[in-house]
């Protein structure tokens, strides 16, 4: 049995998480560990994960790896447990699931549980990796159905119901590196330019964690969520989060406003309580 990577959490993680998010100095709840509601934002799921051991290397699944071709293509945030910790200990299990082949690209799936120190699931979270120039090695062309972690999640026709505009900073990437994603990609200009990319991009889960707030201010708690990371966002851009209810369940896209390409789709959250709205 993996022995999985304990993770501690304290104020000082829950703070620089929300930050990391956009949180104001005025959100007293985010940025005040003396405030009554003091709490961390819901998507700090993916978090202990993130900054767990991984049970396998890149190049030992894919052929021709390169760290600088590397994105982040999808995640799925299960939250099992309210109150979300903001102290203690958080061990995370993390398991390779499927490597597909896209021909241009591989495609890597991995899933972890993240368990209290009572040994209770608190968070799922299965994440998807884009490899681009690490396809074509005659793997499976597609990843099988995981129910609401690869559900399409089309948006109904009519305009959405609630949509939440907010500029990302132009530092909003060298805070959220600090919650645990040090991939240069999102601070070194010589490593994005290798990959593509003009100016250093923004963190995937820091746009996906933007929007799950939008989500979390607008409609509570979600039980999970599930984005496509679609196009890249530059530090400094404003997030649109665009929200259509549908039954217990929010279905949401973002969109960059300044382009008015999209940043995420094929996403949805399953409501806590969906009778809220
Ligand atoms: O969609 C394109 C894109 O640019 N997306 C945005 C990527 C992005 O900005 N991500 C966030 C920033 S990167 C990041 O945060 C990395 C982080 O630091 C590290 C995370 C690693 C953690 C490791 C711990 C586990 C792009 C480039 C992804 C795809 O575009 P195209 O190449 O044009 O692909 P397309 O021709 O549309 O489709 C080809 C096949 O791939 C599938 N696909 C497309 N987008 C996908 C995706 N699969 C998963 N995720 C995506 N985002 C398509 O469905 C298609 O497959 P099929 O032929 O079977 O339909």
């Known amino acids: 049995?993996?022995?999985?990577?304990?993770?501690?959490?304290?104020?000082?993680?829950?703070?620089?998480?929300?930050?990391?998010?956009?949180?104001?100095?005025?959100?007293?709840?985010?940025?005040?560990?003396?405030?009554?509601?003091f709490e961390v934002l819901p998507t700090f799921g993916v978090i202990p994960t993130f900054n767990a051991e991984s049970p396998f290397s890149f190049d030992e699944v894919v052929p021709n790896f390169n760290p600088m071709m590397l994105l982040h293509g999808e995640q799925y945030l299960e939250i099992k447990?309210?109150?979300?910790?903001?102290?203690?200990?958080?061990?995370?299990?993390?398991?390779l699931v499927e490597v597909a082949d896209k021909g241009a690209a591989a495609v890597v799936v991995t899933r972890s549980e993240t368990k209290d120190s009572k040994g209770d699931v608190v968070f799922v979270n299965e994440s998807t990796i884009f490899i681009r120039g690490s396809g074509s090695f005659g793997g499976p062309k597609s990843v099988p159905d995981r129910?609401?972690?690869?559900?399409?999640?089309?948006?109904?026709?009519?305009?959405?119901?609630v949509?939440?505009?907010?500029?990302?900073?132009?530092?909003?990437?060298?805070?959220?590196?600090?919650s645990g994603d040090r991939n240069p990609l999102h601070i070194d200009p010589e490593f994005s330019k290798v990959g593509g990319f003009k100016d250093p991009i923004l963190h995937g889960l820091c746009f996906f964690g933007i929007s799950g707030k939008h989500i979390y201010q607008k409609f509570g708690k979600f039980k999970n969520i599930k984005v496509r990371f679609a196009g890249s966002v530059i530090p400094g851009q404003t997030l649109r989060t665009e929200m259509w209810k549908e039954g217990n369940k929010v279905i949401f896209q973002t969109k960059v406003v300044e382009t008015g390409k999209l940043a995420i789709t094929a996403a949805a959250a399953e409501l806590v309580d969906g009778s809220k709205l």
Do not use: C, H, M
Not at 7 to 23: C, F, K, M, P
Not at 168 to 174: G, P, S, V
């Open 81 to 95: 447990k309210y109150p979300i910790p903001t102290s203690g200990t958080l061990t995370s299990y993390p398991a």
């Open 1 to 37: 049995k993996a022995k999985g990577t304990p993770y501690t959490v304290s104020d000082q993680e829950v703070i620089l998480y929300n930050l990391g998010l956009g949180a104001k100095r005025t959100d007293l709840k985010w940025v005040f560990e003396g405030a009554e509601d």
């Open 163 to 178: 949509v939440v505009e907010e500029k990302t900073t132009e530092d909003q990437a060298a805070l959220y590196r600090l």
């Open 147 to 161: 129910g609401a972690a690869t559900a399409a999640n089309k948006p109904p026709a009519r305009a959405p119901d």
